[in-house]
Every structure is written in C-alpha cells, then in structure tokens.
C-alpha cells in the first residue's frame, strides 16, 4: 500500500481521522473492525469484532459505495472493514491519547468505537492487497498463494518496488 494515497485522501477530506478500509465477507467482517459509512465515506458507526446479529445490520452494496473493485467481489464482500491503518491530525491524537483515553490500549476498541459522532471519521477505501492474517488459517492461506504464485499481491513491480534492508 503506498500511504502517499491514504495521507492525500485524509488532507482532502479534511478527516481527524482516517481509517484505511477494504471490503470484507462475513467471516472475517466478525474478526475485524467494520464500519457503516455514507455515500462520501464518512464513519457513522464502528464496531469492533461485531457480533453476526449487529453485522447483519451494518452490510452496503460496496460498489455502489466505491469501495469494491467490481460486481462479483461487492456480492461476495458487503461489509466496509478497518486494516488496521490510521491516519490522525496530529493535535486529535494528542488530545486522545493524552487527555481523553491515557489508558487506552487499542485504537479500534478503545478510542475509535467511542468517537464516531464526535470526530469527523473518513474511511479510505483501498483497493490493492491486502490480507487479515490474525489467525493460524488466515496466515497459513496468505503464506500458501504467495508460494504458489496465485496471490494479488506483486512482489516484482518495478513502479512500487519492495526493499528487504535500508539503501543508504
């Protein structure tokens, strides 16, 4: 993912807080951070790890909303999921982290779950690869399409190359 979008998209929107965002199924919509959103994106709730009968409530048509690639994956993917990215104004998190929640431990669980209302909250909605891998299954499958050369992700693009030790 190259954050230069993600950083951009926040400025533009004039968001406190920017979520990085990819559509979700079902299953991993329940191990996830999913939000609702309107037509510009804007978070209206966010639920962490939501409970089926409270995700039942919160599925979009994900094209329709821009954040599906296409008709098959916004039929297969109907949910608007956190990856755990986070842009902030810099004073926001501040205020936060320092006076607001000093205790708090996870952003989605803690802070963010708490502050839709409050702040205004963009979802970014990232379109390139990218895997939840919080279980055993979920790393083991990412780890097996990257060996057999059937993952989405490009270890080889000469625009966007990756670098394995510092070039100084």
């Given at each position: ?67 599906a690639a296409n ?46 209302g409050e702040l ?49």
């Amino acid at each position: 993912m190259d954050y230069t979008h993600l950083i951009n998209y926040h400025r533009y929107k004039g968001a406190d807080v920017t979520i990085a965002t990819t559509p979700a199924d079902e299953d991993h919509a329940t191990h996830l951070g999913v939000l609702t959103v309107d037509r510009s994106a804007n978070v209206l709730e966010f639920h962490e790890k939501p409970p089926r009968t409270v995700l039942a409530t919160m599925s979009i048509d994900t094209l329709e909303y821009g954040f599906a690639a296409n008709q098959a994956e916004a039929k297969h993917k109907p949910y608007v999921a956190s990856m755990g990215m986070y842009v902030f104004k810099k004073k926001v998190l501040q205020e936060l982290l320092n006076n607001r929640f000093p205790k708090a431990i996870d952003f989605s669980r803690d802070i963010l779950s708490l502050m839709h209302g409050e702040l205004k909250i963009c979802a970014y909605p990232h379109k390139g690869y990218w895997e939840d891998v919080g279980s055993l299954k979920d790393y083991y499958e990412a780890n097996m399409e990257l060996a057999a050369d059937t993952s989405r992700l490009r270890l080889f693009d000469r625009d966007a190359p990756l670098y394995t030790e510092a070039r100084v």
